[in-house]
């Protein structure tokens, strides 16, 4: 009897040993593939940061918030200076394809539509002007699902970067510091000394509206700002983080209003959400503030989504990644330091703090303002770091695995892709990040990289 009892316990306990490592062997993927997706979000985030990087090596300046052509009111004939700093870089992040269908005057041929360089308006109807339909795989983060479901691979004969696929969403937003009144406005021309000042004083972070930043106006140092970050777009897995709250009544000298109007009531919404269009360089689509603590909710005053107060969101499990001025990409906790929220932001008019005060929003707002003398050396230790690069400048070293650079001899274009082989002793085979297969002759890359392909292809074993 006890023998019996004894082999019963043991198989029991057997039993319940399966029984448990069952339930933890999916949790355990689950989390595996959560870490893949977070690793590939912010390796998007870094190919941005080089990106930037480059513009800024080329022409001695980012580009601006919004900006663009102007003068003329025809949406079709104008992009009415709306155009985000996600348009600018494309030459920069191996979309060059796609800059030239934007910068190029082009013709819709079912409609007759003629439309100037730079295209029109972000919000003109994408099925009419194509590139707005086009964003780049690169601006989604892979937690978001894919732009568009199904399909085999394309194989492309050139080093060309594919065009994009399909989607008019983003995942990555632009830093506007931790202003709070009117960060939306969209300013040309003459601006008379009261608005000048107004907007000085109170747009203090990487981007804002109509005006191009340089990296020396980053006083508080490049590791010290945050130049991009994340957002759940309208589409995604959590529509309720891509929501944009409206109509909200003196929302930027007491941005808890907003905490509060999401919180309690029936809150209006806009029609439209974060990350709706790529192109679209205004805060309300692609901007945040170092406002509210990370994965808040957003909205607008009453004044329109020209005062709003948006903030960076995710999917990820307790906060978000950003993109530092110098390349690093570290993860912010939604429990970082955020001041005091029913304080109104720096700008000129009572009710809200003094120009040239440190940020009323903490460790956040101060990551946020570019040249605001607020002290965080050493506060870092009060996030999650997370390097996805050997250095935050060190550019050269590829930031996704099994990625290379080649380089066409004669049009150098510049395709970052994976290796596969080379078959029939002279085509070389490579995988673009977004899937598709480029097939080119081998002997029409640059030497050096003629040589590098085969002796991956030999080390891997094929073409014997």
């Not at 300046?61 to 992009?79: E, R, V």
């Not at 747009?203 to 490049?222: H, I, V």
């Not at 990625?403 to 892709?417: C, E, I, N, P, Y």
Request: one cysteine or more; hydrophobic letters at 35%; glycine letters at 10%.
């Amino acid at each position: 009897m006890n023998n019996q009892s004894a082999r019963f316990a043991s198989a029991l306990a057997i039993i319940v040993c399966v029984a448990l490592t069952l339930m933890l062997v999916p949790k355990a993927i689950i989390k595996q593939r959560d870490l893949a997706r977070s690793s590939a979000c912010a390796n998007n985030l870094k190919m941005i940061g080089l990106a930037f990087h480059n513009y800024h090596s080329a022409y001695k300046q980012l580009p601006a918030g919004t900006g663009g052509t102007t003068g003329n009111d025809d949406p079709a004939k104008s992009n009415q200076g709306m155009l985000g700093p996600l348009v600018g870089i494309l030459p920069f992040a191996e979309q060059q394809a796609l800059w030239e269908q934007i910068s190029n005057p082009s013709m819709d041929a079912k409609s007759g539509t003629v439309f100037p360089s730079m295209g029109p308006i972000p919000l003109f109807d994408e099925t009419v002007y194509k590139p707005w339909s086009r964003g780049p795989d690169l601006y989604r983060c892979p937690d978001a699902g894919p732009a568009k479901a199904g399909g085999a691979a394309p194989v492309i004969h050139s080093l060309e970067a594919p065009l994009g696929s399909g989607t008019v969403h983003a995942n990555y937003v632009a830093c506007y510091g931790d202003g709070t009144f009117m960060q939306g406005e969209i300013a040309f021309g003459n601006l008379t000394n009261d608005v000048a000042q107004r907007r000085m004083a109170s747009n203090r972070g990487a981007f804002m509206t109509s005006k191009e930043m340089k990296f020396r106006d980053f006083l508080d140092g490049l590791s010290n700002t945050i130049m991009f970050s994340e957002t759940v777009a309208g589409g995604d897995q959590n529509p309720q983080k891509s929501q944009i709250i409206r109509d909200v009544v003196g929302l930027s000298k007491v941005p808890a209003l907003c905490l509060r109007t999401a919180s309690k009531g029936q809150p209006q919404f806009w029609s439209f959400n974060r990350g709706a269009r790529w192109c679209d360089g205004r805060p309300v689509y692609t901007g945040f503030q170092t406002v509210l603590p990370p994965n808040s909710p957003s909205c607008t005053s009453e004044l329109g989504i020209d005062d709003p107060i948006v903030s960076a969101s995710s999917t990820h499990a307790g906060g978000v990644q950003v993109l530092m001025a110098d390349g690093a990409v570290v993860f912010i906790s939604d429990s970082i330091d955020a001041g005091d929220s029913t304080k109104g932001g720096v700008a000129i008019g009572e009710g809200y703090s003094r120009p040239g005060d440190q940020s009323p929003y903490g460790l956040w707002g101060a990551l946020g303002s570019r040249a605001s003398k607020e002290i965080v050396d050493g506060a870092r230790r009060d996030f999650v770091a997370v390097q996805t690069g050997q250095s935050p400048l060190n550019f050269s070293a590829p930031s996704r695995a099994n990625l290379s650079v080649w380089t066409d001899r004669k049009t150098k274009t510049r395709l970052r892709a994976e290796f596969l082989e080379i078959r029939d002793k002279n085509t070389i085979r490579l995988k673009h990040s977004s899937g598709s297969i480029h097939e080119v002759p081998l002997q029409s890359l640059e030497p050096a990289d003629v040589y590098r392909a085969i002796e991956m292809d030999v080390l891997r074993g094929g073409n014997k």
